[in-house]
């Protein structure tokens, strides 16, 4: 292992339904842990022990964390898709869990007349703007029409003993919700994505990695270099970078090359352009976290979905309900007796990116709608969904889609690495206990 340093969060992921100062080199070299434990919600190389942190997933994947002066205790969605981190920090029906800034002697509010106000702020899709009280406001809104407004602050935010002065964030007071009875159950969303007031990039480290588990909602997120004997070399495909500000192109994502897709060893017959972003930016592929499950544009959905209906022929009873889309955009649906412990062998889907693949298998393929019947039979939804439904002009690999994958968000080098690992056993070796 090389000397660089790193700061090591293995957390517990939980699902449900998105001038700064850094660290000191003193503040990095320290042992940091985090004691995140996973809910269940409906909807550098290591010279010192490790860094632990924990959280877990169905929707979303949340994290624990400390935050202000004295400590209040938070849990935040983490979102590769988003930039700005989050708080509500007014307490209603819908939103319990909340920061209280007016307790923080560490809590600063954002004049709009600041640099970090008009320069800093420049990848968020709704400008931010001036309040009354002369204070950067901002506006976020999300794909699944949801949206949050408030005041950006700076704050300390606490990893075990280790503090994170000056973190910008959005202290926010308003809001709506798609689904007020799983956002009511997290107090806001920590942003992982490539802009400038990131959490990431504000902690300034050049990468950063997670590994989602199967079934126990057990995983490992890591900020630094992952040099284990375990873990297999990682292959990588570059982020697409657009130098030329575009409508539809979110130049601050995760944004890979999707070259293909197969099912079993039948490649897909699609054109290249319909894996390529137009003129206006409109096409793009992101990796995101803070997604479930991978919805794919139009074309190639529709492609997808008839390959693999006829490799599935005899092998699954389709739901043949035209007027049952699951999610508003999954509309390929099984029946399975109820009975059934196990599906039958299933024909994998792999995602052809440039220079690695991603495979598709087993269990990732059907998610069984709990509590969704046909008389004897439970219905089972294909985890692959049409954009065009969403009103979405991108695809998303969601995170179902990345379990038993190590993902590497290399920043510096501006790619995303994968290699395949029980994640399980990944945090096993790093000595996590849940």
């Known amino acids: ?176 919700s798609s689904n007020l009875d799983e956002d009511s159950k997290t107090t806001g969303l920590i942003g992982m994505n490539r802009g400038a007031l990131s959490f990431v990039s504000q902690m300034d480290y050049p990468k950063f990695s997670y590994c989602i588990s199967g079934r126990d909602s057990n995983g490992v997120l890591l900020f630094g270099e992952a040099n284990f004997p375990w873990l297999r070399p990682r292959k990588y495909t570059p982020l697409v970078q657009m130098s030329t500000p575009l409508p539809y192109f979110d130049r601050v994502a995760y944004t890979v090359q999707l070259e293909g897709i197969k099912v079993a060893g039948t490649v897909l017959h699609l054109p290249k352009s319909v894996f390529v972003p137009d003129h206006t930016g409109a096409g793009q592929t992101m990796v995101d976290s803070g997604t479930q499950f991978t919805f794919l544009l139009g074309p190639a959905y529709t492609a997808l979905k008839n390959e693999y209906m006829k490799q599935t022929k005899g092998m699954l009873r389709s739901l043949n309900d035209p007027n049952f889309v699951f999610q508003g955009a999954m509309d390929l649906c099984y029946l399975g007796e109820s009975t059934r412990t196990n599906l039958p062998p299933l024909p994998a889907v792999t995602l052809m990116f440039r220079g690695v693949e991603m495979s598709v298998t087993g269990e990732k393929l059907l998610h069984k709608l709990v509590g969704v019947t046909r008389g004897r039979n439970q219905v089972y939804c294909f985890t692959f969904g049409n954009s065009d439904l969403l009103g979405i002009e991108a695809s998303i690999i969601g995170h179902h889609h990345q379990q038993n994958f190590w993902m590497e968000f290399d920043l510096a080098n501006s790619r995303v690495g994968l290699a395949e690992v029980s994640c399980e056993l990944a945090s096993q070796k790093l000595g996590l206990e849940f």
């Open 1 to 176: 292992m090389d000397s660089v340093n790193i700061l090591l969060l293995l957390l517990m992921f939980c699902t449900f339904m998105q001038s700064v100062p850094c660290l000191s080199t003193k503040q990095l070299q320290q042992s940091v842990i985090l004691p995140l434990r996973a809910k269940k919600i409906s909807s550098c190389s290591i010279p010192k022990p490790p860094n632990k942190v924990a959280f877990h997933h169905n929707v979303s994947l949340t994290v624990s964390l400390s935050v202000g002066s004295p400590l209040q205790q938070v849990t935040m969605v983490l979102d590769t898709g988003s930039e700005l981190s989050w708080l509500h920090c007014k307490k209603t029906p819908s939103t319990p869990s909340t920061f209280n800034p007016l307790i923080s002697s560490s809590y600063s509010a954002i004049p709009c007349l600041s640099t970090i106000c008009r320069t800093k702020t420049r990848d968020f899709t709704v400008p931010v703007s001036c309040d009354p009280n002369k204070l950067c406001h901002a506006t976020l809104s999300y794909a699944d029409a949801s949206s949050v407004e408030g005041n950006l602050a700076a704050e300390t935010f606490h990893i075990d003993n280790s503090n994170l002065p000056g973190m910008v964030f959005g202290c926010m007071d308003a809001g709506s």
